[in-house]
């Protein structure tokens, strides 16, 4: 029995019949899957001659998103963050686990979350294999488990002297979709929300990126401060160039709008692709991408905006900083 | 810099420079680790002729522990509950990923919790290979991997008609350890506090149970209801001789004391491995562990105390419920 509002009263779901009745459905994919939910762990297999790229990202209530955010986009952005994160080192999803604290057991709430997450899911054909559902502060985690071809993942920290810097898709969309969000009049706000609310993450871009790219990141925290972990582990610095970036046109307008020329650079959520690539081996990039800049022996990372070096912050979005 | 009470203030210590001073000077031990925290993934390699054993717990402050907990004692917890999970399908950890959300950047509190956290993984060999750090509401949640060979995990669904029940361990010694927290008067409560505050993951016994045992639980949320796990998926029912239950002479004091017998049979936290073994492979059994009933065709878990079959109620704790 579910009350006006959909909310559950005590007793009526438990932990139980919501999982088996929001999580369970998803037909498992993979004939690596030999055992999903229901067990105390799940069972996989790794096929011979790949790596387990395995990561995990949380989203936090008034955090990571307003209060009363729609929770379909909710459900898909969090499994997009991790598989960009699976995207950034080529290695294709496999299959996920969902850590669910929840304040309380709302079905509409977790019919939307589920269609959210299980959607985007589907699409990559990844696994829900696993997962614990607990009560308290709305918090979400996923961890994820992806394959690479052995010894071939994309790092951090394989940035070579002379490398062009790439990256796919356009910078800023995300960081104006909060703007937008927060209150900025935009006249054509629907690419921007898009991709704030519902990331798509580069997944076929970073498995066709293997064997050509050097080093790679995904965009979340922002372009300087992302690139900033590619410079800081490679050893090595960067010379961006701010006209060869990749704006869309409303980004390019709120710029005009406001001068803030700085917020496609330092805004987040983009969950685009940041990575370097050796001049010999430019030619073989089969994706479409756009060159941003170059690898340099000297540190730091130099922004040239009309000609002169820019002042530029590389420090990334830090919690408790 | 730190202020008296060692809480660091804002923009004192950020996410990644708390993530490498707490978490990222653990020594990785195994060979199969090729890459730790610091980028996107952590890389892994399984082999050859094991499966990945998957499995993901939370806690969460006012629910899973009082707030003000021991940190050095909950990230002891954390790790075991999920190391349990693995040793419940006879899986010996391979490495784990921490999902930590803060209110603030304690240090005091990080170096505790690492403390416990990382102890634990060192006895047993597990790497800590990557996470995510946000801030919020106190949840903690940790995603373990481990290997089992091909097709030899222990599963709830495997347990057969004629099987004998056993446990590892004592119980109720946890269920102890929470009313003396809730203010029961126990003469000596050290073994009940032990057992609640820093569970002891039962990995050797688990492992030593393949090719003996058929199905397998670990005791987190009471032996009827985890019981009540394997007759829901087995399809079968249950004999237990209340006479036989390994109990300590804290928790019969206790029962003596108040009279609630059923205590120990529907408190959580025990994290001692319940499974069942065909009589022919009963002299196989080479770990400590007690005979407690047997599986029987009829559905239902029936308790034989003084000969007298009494009602039990086999649900688990339900989060929502």
Known sequence: MVDEDGVLSP????????ISRFFKNQALTKPSTHLG???DCALLSVPEGFDLAVTTDTMVENVHFFAGADAKQLGHKLLAVNLSDLASMGARPLSVTLALTLPKADENWLAAFSQGLLGLAGRHSVDLVGGDTTCGPL????????????????????????????????????????KIKQGYPCASPDQALQRFNQPDPQVDAG???LDVANACI??????????????EQSQVGASLVYESLPLSNAVRTYINDTGDWAMPLTAGDDYELCFTVSPEKADQLSINCTKIGVIEAAPGLRLYKSGIIQPLITKSYEHFS
């Open 37 to 39: 939910i229901g067990d």
């Open 139 to 178: 918090t979400l985690t996923v961890q994820a488990l992806g394959l690479v071809p052995h010894g071939k993942a994309l790092k951090r920290s394989a940035a070579k002297v002379g490398d062009f810097i790439y990256m796919t898709g356009v910078l800023g969309d995300a960081g104006l979709g909060l």
């Open 11 to 18: 007793g009526q779901m438990g932990e139980f019949s919501l």
């Open 218 to 231: 995904d965009l979340s925290d922002g372009l300087a401060g992302d690139l900033g972990h590619i410079l």
């Open 207 to 209: 498995v066709a990126l």
